[in-house]
């Protein structure tokens, strides 16, 4: 332990990297406020008579698509058993929120933030938006201070954040009282717990835990931000030390934690008793246990069936040192990028996978165009959908009973007949060149999402006004998405970088990025559906133009071959690290149409026992018969339990036990 008194640890870093190095059970209270993604819902500022308009309190990270399902798993991770989840919300995610952790906690709840000064409705056309949610979960034994019921109201009630607490440079629009905030922590959470906001902003919860002398994590990618929320936690992290010193009450230090390089660069190194990112993140030597592995911190290339990434926090610290990385079965590239090497040897059996990767490793600017063109097509979806309400209004006619289903039809027929050359500037002249199926799927699916969702009314409840819009929405993108699967099944004659930009498409937003054939051979996965509807593939295309991938893949050799001939031909050494993930011993272990068969399960276990003079890991689902392969002498074999989040037509145990297996 570097300091046993540390305060304080803040760091201007994208928490998606920083969460996976924190332990298990290390964190007492997660009181955080993420996006809410309302920027689609938004009617934007609000307009005043005679002066400037009113900020409506949304802002750019409401423009982009977050995930709470994304996020769950690490919260759940390095939560105590003793501790509080609090996660400031909004109607959309609420619901989002309680599927991905109701069942994992004895208890869910939620607060309600009263705001006693909302922004007004000049035209009162409906209710002030007065009111923020707050998810909240627990388990038995969890820390609750109450003194008596007066306090127990899951309600809380304040005005919005004003000057002079509110910041004017730099504003943010979603800065809390931390009047509230404290509140909640004083609830939930003892002196010198550690509370942890992964969406820090401008820093209040950290300003509210120093007040109440607890210890505080605070991470924020925003380089504004961080300045601000760094300065108003130094300032109440003194004015409390100065009061416990006129108290007598020593033990307190300062402990400088913020320490990041250019904002292209999320690098953070500081020192605590809950973990050393100097030992475990980003480029820092490891101790003797983990062998001076070095660690990059990045993220994988694409989201792959079996995909590694939540498996790290076994795979990483179990990696002996080596000279050079060799991976036959790279998938989703989890471990690969993840792991720092002198010179890397990737291989799949995926002749389009190793085509993305590289597209990425030479930095082709036609495959970049094409992607591009794709994801403006999506957003062309939204400007259609837009300037066509009339498909809501002719539902509401279908809904009331003023037309019927005949009608219905005959209706969307007809709109995509007018509105021909509408439609197909969707996707635009270079793709309606080729095979284009978009007006006949753009009619099939409206008739038949209208046709569903009155069963699904007749059968529950009259559909909210933004559940009617995000299902219509849904048919539309749905009708593109199926031009481009049509697409993608009749390549044959496509550009390379069209076939890969295609398959890029495609594991972005297929169905739970699941990749499944007819018997035909055709990809036949269908659209992911209204989760997907704000999804772009930008962000993903600017990573892999970062300056950290460029120089990652510099020294990567990519291979497109069956694993033994991989092995054979690339030669790994006694110096080298092999990492193997497989497809599993299972009924369905067919990925992009590439069967793996108990056969070459026992090909592979032949020639990594018998074999390979590197030393190498395997992680694979625990079967007798994948057991008994690699239960031989020299051979360790470990375990360890993962949660799959779907399960494809039944095809997959939702909770299986993985094995962990070594030659060293």
Same mark, same amino acid.
């Given at each position: 332990m570097k300091d046993p008194n540390w305060r304080k640890c803040i760091l201007r870093a994208d928490s998606r990297n920083v969460i996976k190095h924190i332990p298990d059970n290390s964190v007492d209270f997660i009181l955080t406020d993420p996006p809410y993604n309302l920027g689609k819902h938004s009617t934007g500022n609000i307009p005043l008579p005679g002066r400037s308009p009113m900020n409506n309190d949304v802002a750019e990270w409401d423009m982009i698509d977050f995930n709470p399902e994304e996020w769950a798993d690490e919260f759940i991770r390095i939560l105590k058993p003793t501790g509080n989840l609090f996660i400031f919300t909004s109607y959309n995610h609420l619901g989002r929120w309680y599927n991905c952790l109701d069942h994992k906690f004895d208890t869910t709840n939620f607060m309600i933030w009263h705001k006693t000064n909302p922004a007004p409705k000049i035209f009162k056309a409906g209710f002030l938006n007065s009111c923020e949610m707050i998810f909240t979960c627990w388990n038995k034994r969890h820390t609750w201070n109450f003194i008596s019921q007066a306090e127990m109201h899951n309600f809380v009630e304040s005005p919005i954040c004003m000057r002079p607490e509110r910041l004017a440079t730099p504003k943010h629009p979603a800065q809390k009282p931390v009047s509230i905030l404290k509140k909640m922590i004083e609830i939930a959470s003892n002196r010198d717990d550690i509370i942890f906001d992964p969406f820090m902003g401008v820093g209040s919860m950290g300003v509210a835990a120093m007040e109440l002398d607890r210890r505080f994590i605070g991470i924020e990618i925003n380089a504004n931000y961080f300045d601000a929320a760094k300065e108003r936690i130094e300032t109440a992290f003194l004015r409390q030390e100065?009061?416990?010193y006129m108290k007598g009450n020593k033990g307190y230090t300062i402990q400088e934690t913020d320490s990041t390089n250019n904002a292209n660069e999320s690098v953070c190194a500081y020192q605590s008793n809950l973990f050393d990112i100097d030992e475990f993140f980003h480029n820092k030597k490891q101790d003797k246990q983990y062998g001076k592995v070095l660690f990059t911190g990045l993220q994988p290339i694409i989201k792959w069936p079996g995909g590694k990434e939540k498996e790290l926090k076994y795979i990483l610290p179990n990696v002996p040192r080596f000279k050079r990385f060799f991976e036959p079965f790279v998938g989703g590239g989890a471990v690969f990028m993840a792991i720092d090497s002198e010179q890397y040897y990737i291989n799949d059996l995926s002749e389009e996978l190793i085509s993305l990767y590289d597209n990425i490793a030479k930095a082709n600017? #036609?495959?970049?165009?094409l992607c591009e063109s794709i994801?403006?097509?999506?957003?062309?979806?939204?400007a259609f959908f837009d300037s066509n309400k009339i498909l809501v209004n002719k539902y509401l006619s279908y809904r009331n009973g003023e037309i019927n289903e005949i009608e219905l039809k005959s209706f969307v027929q007809q709109?995509?007949?007018?509105?021909?050359?509408?439609?197909?500037?969707i996707i635009g002249t270079e793709f309606a060149s080729y095979s284009c199926i978009l007006l006949k799927e753009l009619e099939t699916n409206l008739h038949r999402k209208m046709v569903r969702m009155h069963e699904l009314e007749l059968q529950k409840h009259l559909l909210p006004d933004e559940d009617l819009l995000d299902n219509i929405e849904t048919a539309i993108k749905s009708a593109v998405y199926m031009n481009y699967r049509n697409l993608y099944n009749h390549k044959e004659n496509l550009s390379k970088e069209l076939q890969c930009a295609l398959f890029f498409f495609m594991r972005n937003y297929a169905?739970?990025?699941m990749f499944r054939y007819s018997s035909k051979g055709e990809f036949n996965v269908p659209y992911g559906g209204i989760a997907y509807n704000s999804k772009l593939m930008a962000r993903k295309l600017d990573y892999y133009r970062s300056q950290e991938v460029k120089k990652h893949f510099q020294n990567a050799n990519l291979f497109n071959k069956d694993f033994e001939v991989f092995l054979r031909e690339t030669n790994p050494t006694e110096e080298d690290f092999v990492f193997l993930d497989p497809p599993y011993d299972s009924d369905f272990s067919t990925y992009a149409q590439n069967a793996f068969t108990r056969e070459d399960q026992k090909r592979l276990a032949n020639y990594m026992i018998n074999e390979c003079r590197a030393k190498w890991m395997m992680v694979i689902k625990n079967t007798d018969f994948i057991y008994n392969l690699y239960n031989k002498d020299g051979i360790?074999?470990?375990?360890?339990?993962? #949660?799959y989040l779907v399960s494809f037509m039944n095809r997959n145990d939702k909770k299986v036990t993985h094995l962990l297996i070594t030659n060293y």
């Amino acid at each position: 332990m570097k300091d046993p008194n540390w305060r304080k640890c803040i760091l201007r870093a994208d928490s998606r990297n920083v969460i996976k190095h924190i332990p298990d059970n290390s964190v007492d209270f997660i009181l955080t406020d993420p996006p809410y993604n309302l920027g689609k819902h938004s009617t934007g500022n609000i307009p005043l008579p005679g002066r400037s308009p009113m900020n409506n309190d949304v802002a750019e990270w409401d423009m982009i698509d977050f995930n709470p399902e994304e996020w769950a798993d690490e919260f759940i991770r390095i939560l105590k058993p003793t501790g509080n989840l609090f996660i400031f919300t909004s109607y959309n995610h609420l619901g989002r929120w309680y599927n991905c952790l109701d069942h994992k906690f004895d208890t869910t709840n939620f607060m309600i933030w009263h705001k006693t000064n909302p922004a007004p409705k000049i035209f009162k056309a409906g209710f002030l938006n007065s009111c923020e949610m707050i998810f909240t979960c627990w388990n038995k034994r969890h820390t609750w201070n109450f003194i008596s019921q007066a306090e127990m109201h899951n309600f809380v009630e304040s005005p919005i954040c004003m000057r002079p607490e509110r910041l004017a440079t730099p504003k943010h629009p979603a800065q809390k009282p931390v009047s509230i905030l404290k509140k909640m922590i004083e609830i939930a959470s003892n002196r010198d717990d550690i509370i942890f906001d992964p969406f820090m902003g401008v820093g209040s919860m950290g300003v509210a835990a120093m007040e109440l002398d607890r210890r505080f994590i605070g991470i924020e990618i925003n380089a504004n931000y961080f300045d601000a929320a760094k300065e108003r936690i130094e300032t109440a992290f003194l004015r409390q030390e100065s009061k416990q010193y006129m108290k007598g009450n020593k033990g307190y230090t300062i402990q400088e934690t913020d320490s990041t390089n250019n904002a292209n660069e999320s690098v953070c190194a500081y020192q605590s008793n809950l973990f050393d990112i100097d030992e475990f993140f980003h480029n820092k030597k490891q101790d003797k246990q983990y062998g001076k592995v070095l660690f990059t911190g990045l993220q994988p290339i694409i989201k792959w069936p079996g995909g590694k990434e939540k498996e790290l926090k076994y795979i990483l610290p179990n990696v002996p040192r080596f000279k050079r990385f060799f991976e036959p079965f790279v998938g989703g590239g989890a471990v690969f990028m993840a792991i720092d090497s002198e010179q890397y040897y990737i291989n799949d059996l995926s002749e389009e996978l190793i085509s993305l990767y590289d597209n990425i490793a030479k930095a082709n600017d #036609e495959f970049y165009r094409l992607c591009e063109s794709i994801d403006e097509s999506w957003k062309n979806t939204i400007a259609f959908f837009d300037s066509n309400k009339i498909l809501v209004n002719k539902y509401l006619s279908y809904r009331n009973g003023e037309i019927n289903e005949i009608e219905l039809k005959s209706f969307v027929q007809q709109f995509c007949q007018e509105r021909k050359d509408e439609i197909i500037a969707i996707i635009g002249t270079e793709f309606a060149s080729y095979s284009c199926i978009l007006l006949k799927e753009l009619e099939t699916n409206l008739h038949r999402k209208m046709v569903r969702m009155h069963e699904l009314e007749l059968q529950k409840h009259l559909l909210p006004d933004e559940d009617l819009l995000d299902n219509i929405e849904t048919a539309i993108k749905s009708a593109v998405y199926m031009n481009y699967r049509n697409l993608y099944n009749h390549k044959e004659n496509l550009s390379k970088e069209l076939q890969c930009a295609l398959f890029f498409f495609m594991r972005n937003y297929a169905y739970s990025g699941m990749f499944r054939y007819s018997s035909k051979g055709e990809f036949n996965v269908p659209y992911g559906g209204i989760a997907y509807n704000s999804k772009l593939m930008a962000r993903k295309l600017d990573y892999y133009r970062s300056q950290e991938v460029k120089k990652h893949f510099q020294n990567a050799n990519l291979f497109n071959k069956d694993f033994e001939v991989f092995l054979r031909e690339t030669n790994p050494t006694e110096e080298d690290f092999v990492f193997l993930d497989p497809p599993y011993d299972s009924d369905f272990s067919t990925y992009a149409q590439n069967a793996f068969t108990r056969e070459d399960q026992k090909r592979l276990a032949n020639y990594m026992i018998n074999e390979c003079r590197a030393k190498w890991m395997m992680v694979i689902k625990n079967t007798d018969f994948i057991y008994n392969l690699y239960n031989k002498d020299g051979i360790s074999i470990r375990t360890f339990d993962k #949660e799959y989040l779907v399960s494809f037509m039944n095809r997959n145990d939702k909770k299986v036990t993985h094995l962990l297996i070594t030659n060293y």
